[in-house]
């Protein structure tokens, strides 16, 4: 039996959809299961043991199919035909401009989610909004007759051997109590609650906590407003690590402060303790859900140092 899924998602949406693919090999265990996902993502896919093979989809634009390159479309649709697939399984927002191009690759039977009630039925389940990325996908699997359990929910990031081998290039940071504050940006105002960052920051200084700065590249022109970091002999490894490096990295802090929503679904993966100070417009659809490991806050209103010193307190504390 072949399954394919379809989730061209980003980086932390992908590790979101990552137990609802491994749900879907516990019920097919003996099925051959086939990610088609962003071509940046086969790296990140290729970890996970459960994955028969990756398979690139390279069309940024999905709103409609009058979007795809003709040539590119066809090639795609060719390609999924000849794997002669029984299950494709679409786990890509609601479908509109993508659940007919699916429907072309003449997988026996084609699951997933549809933008209304009129496109619903056993096989189609209206696209939930206001939810938790996990638990979204593993709803799928249950509404087309899956079993999914409790443990079914549990995110998980494979670490290799080759991951820890690099990442003891960094042998000053290890055996050390460590916070990372990792910053990211979609617009040149819309990145980084810096205010709130700083005064964490000093806090966990203060209770003889190590400062690692990471984000992509990109960011590190952006360390000019943050000249606190390095007066405080804080480690800058903006753009510094891979995957595998910053994965390590995060497993053994102590603690986690973001803004990204997508990187901390690693700090929920890996069991790190973390604050999210979220800029996204829908944070509760996208970020974690708090309990004894994990804090979130929408960062677009105003917040309580006070509150958010005690809330991390507990956390190092626990």
């Not at 003996?30 to 071509?39: C, D, F, M, T």
């Not at 009630?117 to 206001?130: Q, T």
């Not at 079914?152 to 081998?165: A, H, K, L, T």
Request: hydrophobic residues 40%; negative net charge; contains cysteine.
């Amino acid at each position: 039996m072949r399954i394919a899924i379809f989730c061209p998602l980003e980086l932390g949406s992908m590790l979101c959809a990552m137990p609802a693919i491994r749900c879907v090999k516990k019920n097919f265990p003996q099925a051959k299961l086939y990610v088609i996902g962003s071509p940046g993502m086969e790296e990140f896919i290729m970890r996970y043991k459960f994955v028969r093979d990756f398979i690139p989809f390279s069309f940024p634009k999905l709103e409609s199919e009058d979007n795809f390159p003709l040539d590119n479309v066809e090639e795609f649709v060719q390609d999924i035909c000849e794997l002669k697939v029984d299950l494709l399984i679409q786990l890509y927002g609601n479908g509109s401009g993508i659940n007919d191009l699916l429907k072309r690759c003449e997988a026996k039977q084609i699951v997933g989610f549809c933008p209304d009630e009129l496109s619903a039925d056993s096989s189609w389940m209206v696209y939930p909004d206001g939810m938790y990325e996990v638990d979204r996908y593993l709803k799928l699997l249950r509404y087309i007759g899956c079993v999914v359990t409790e443990d079914d929910y549990r995110m998980e990031f494979p670490i290799n051997s080759g991951d820890i081998d690099e990442f003891s290039l960094f042998e000053n940071l290890l055996n050390k109590k460590y916070a990372v504050i990792h910053i990211a940006r979609r617009g040149i105002d819309d990145w980084c609650p810096f205010d709130d960052f700083s005064l964490l920051a000093r806090y966990l200084q203060e209770k003889n906590y190590e400062i690692i700065l990471t984000g992509r590249g990109a960011e590190d022109e952006l360390v000019t407003p943050m000249k606190w970091l390095k007066s405080a002999n804080a480690t800058n490894l903006l753009g510094r690590t891979n995957l595998g490096q910053f994965a390590c990295l995060l497993k053994n802090a102590c603690v986690f402060i973001s803004n990204s929503a997508g990187a901390s679904h690693f700090a929920r993966a890996l069991e790190t303790k973390s604050m999210v100070l979220s800029l996204d417009i829908e944070p509760r659809n996208s970020l974690i859900k708090n309990n004894n490991l994990h804090y979130n806050y929408d960062a677009i209103a105003e917040l309580d140092f006070s509150a958010l010193s005690k809330d991390l307190n507990r956390l190092i504390s626990s």
